[in-house]
């Protein structure tokens, strides 16, 4: 096995934990600018 190889059990276990991180981190931010946007007008 080479280390070069992708563990796949890593992207199997770990991937959707990352994903749903980055869509929450996504939606905060976007929620901050639309925020930001109303405070400003």
């Known amino acids: 096995m080479s280390l070069h190889e992708p563990n ?3 992207h199997r276990e770990y ?3 990352l994903d749903f991180s980055h869509r929450l981190w996504c939606t905060t931010t976007l929620l901050e600018v639309l925020a930001g946007c109303h405070m400003e007008f």
């Open 8 to 10: 796949p059990n890593f």
């Open 15 to 17: 991937y959707p934990q």
